[in-house]
């Protein structure tokens, strides 16, 4: 039974199974929604704390005002009363009637002694009293008040216990209170209404998240399906589309569009190689045979057939030893197994050296070596040798009769050495020197095919040059000529 593909432009899920990874956009819409609910927990809590400290203090401030109302109260209806009635609970008991004149259902008054005998109360309280305890006496004797919350039967209250005073003198203990069942109640009610609200916008932010991971993921969608259908067709012209934006997801899919347009032209560049390649070792091998074939006749007995044909099929041997040889030591070097020798190497005598290798090659063109200052460095001479013979032997190639190639020596700065194989040959287009040192790749298909090259030369060249802590520069203008410097470090 074949399974349900993903609809273009949509991410493959992970297949499903025990122990299986939430998928990208579960993750993000997961993540959305846990922060979402984050910020809505800390604001209904904020909320929450906020009431209730609101209505805490209307309440503390309402108590206060009772308190001093009550009091304010006792001194003007006890403005005869004398110390004569010496017995305070006495004083109370006759002059209660303004606490009790001023009780109400949602206020709980109390009057003590200040030895602790409750003297009157409200009949909102329904025969309880309101607790105290010595500290509290004790701070009432000094003149002192205390607010905060109390147990009862009938639940918590708020409790303000004061002095009640006579002039200046405390003569017994005030006890105002109110019931918290209020306050309560309301931030039950609070709280039930912001978890339903919260529930409400968590599964509200769960399917936002969704969608917003959707529309985030949607490019990455449109990246993978392009790449699948790269894969599945072999077509590396593809492109995945592009936007205007400059977010990460476009630069994404800029990345994306430069490497696969990176990979088409590497792997048409190989292509073009092995179509190379086949021709460099078909013309050689073909030219054996055909010389082979000649001998067979019967022309090895004749002296100067057999020169001829020995003379070329050396020539052709020796064509393919030097392609094989360049092919074996790029492969070393990618895969890290050539290793340079460091010894010291007068570049002089290298120059030297590769003018007389090359010379028989200079019959219609001059070889000129330029030597300003004798330079040493610690190298590979045979590297360097094989990729200052690589550099003067394409310019050689692309050098028209009668004109000249140059091998410079200077010391550029101080430390360091410069090389320059310059040529009057037809020069290079601006467009082919990104891309001269690239594997493979011929800036003139055609003449480098028939002059023998198959486009690793200057390859060999950079890696030689870089693998010494040097570089090589370029420099060329159509017909009429190009430089290559090799500056190397003097160490």
């Not at 109370?92 to 030895?115: C, F, K, M, N, W």
Request: charged share 20%; with cysteine.
């Amino acid at each position: 039974m074949s399974s349900a593909k993903p609809p273009d432009g949509q991410p493959d899920r992970p297949a499903g199974g025990r122990g299986s990874p939430l998928s990208l956009r579960t993750r993000l819409a997961l993540g959305y929604t846990a922060f979402f609910s984050l910020i809505i927990g800390l604001l209904g809590t904020g909320v929450l704390l906020a009431v209730q400290e609101l209505m805490l203090r209307d309440m503390r401030q309402q108590l206060t005002t009772t308190g001093e109302l009550i009091q304010q109260n006792f001194d003007s209806s006890n403005t005869t009363v004398t110390v004569y009635f010496g017995d305070s609970a006495f004083l109370l008991h006759t002059y209660a009637s303004p606490v009790i004149g001023l009780d109400s259902p949602a206020l709980y008054v109390q009057v003590r002694t200040l030895e602790g005998n409750v003297v009157a109360t409200s009949a909102s309280l329904h025969e309880q009293q309101l607790p105290i305890t010595p500290q509290l006496l004790a701070a009432a004797w000094q003149g002192q008040s205390h607010l905060g919350p109390a147990s009862l039967p009938q639940g918590t209250v708020l409790l303000l216990t004061r002095p009640l005073l006579k002039g200046d003198t405390p003569v017994g203990v005030l006890q105002v209170a109110h019931p918290l069942r209020e306050v309560n109640r309301t931030l039950d009610m609070l709280v039930l209404s912001s978890a339903v609200i919260g529930v409400m916008a968590m599964l509200a932010a769960l399917r936002g998240g969704v969608w917003l991971a959707g529309q985030a993921l949607r490019p990455v969608g449109q990246v993978a399906h392009t790449a699948r259908c790269i894969v599945q067709a072999e077509d590396l012209s593809r492109r995945v589309p592009e936007t205007d934006s400059s977010d990460e997801i476009g630069d994404l899919t800029r990345t994306i569009n430069a490497m696969l347009a990176r990979l088409e032209q590497l792997f048409t560049l190989q292509h073009r190689f092995v179509a190379d390649v086949s021709h460099e070792l078909r013309t050689p091998l073909a030219a054996m045979r055909g010389h082979l074939d000649i001998l067979q006749r019967g022309a090895r007995h004749d002296p100067q057939v057999l020169a001829e044909s020995l003379t070329d099929m050396q020539r052709e041997v020796l064509r393919l030893t030097r392609l094989t040889n360049d092919l074996l030591l790029l492969a070393q070097a990618d895969a890290g197994r050539m290793r340079l020798r460091h010894e010291i190497v007068a570049l002089d005598d290298l120059v030297l050296d590769v003018v007389r290798t090359l010379h028989p090659l200079c019959q219609e063109v001059a070889l000129i070596p330029i030597i300003d200052h004798q330079v040493a460095i610690i190298g590979d001479e045979d590297r360097l040798k094989q990729a200052l013979i690589n550099l003067v032997a394409n310019a050689l190639s692309h050098t028209p009769a009668g004109g000249s190639v140059t091998i410079g020596l200077s010391r550029h700065q101080t430390h360091t050495a410069c090389l320059r194989v310059g040529d009057t040959g037809e020069g290079i287009s601006p467009d082919d020197i990104p891309y001269l040192f690239d594997r493979f790749y011929r800036a003139d298909k055609a003449r480098s095919r028939r002059s023998g090259g198959a486009g690793i030369g200057l390859t060999i060249v950079k890696w030689v040059v870089e693998s010494h802590g040097g570089q090589v520069v370029v420099e060329s203008v159509p017909g009429v000529g190009s430089v290559f410097t090799l500056l190397l470090p003097i160490s």
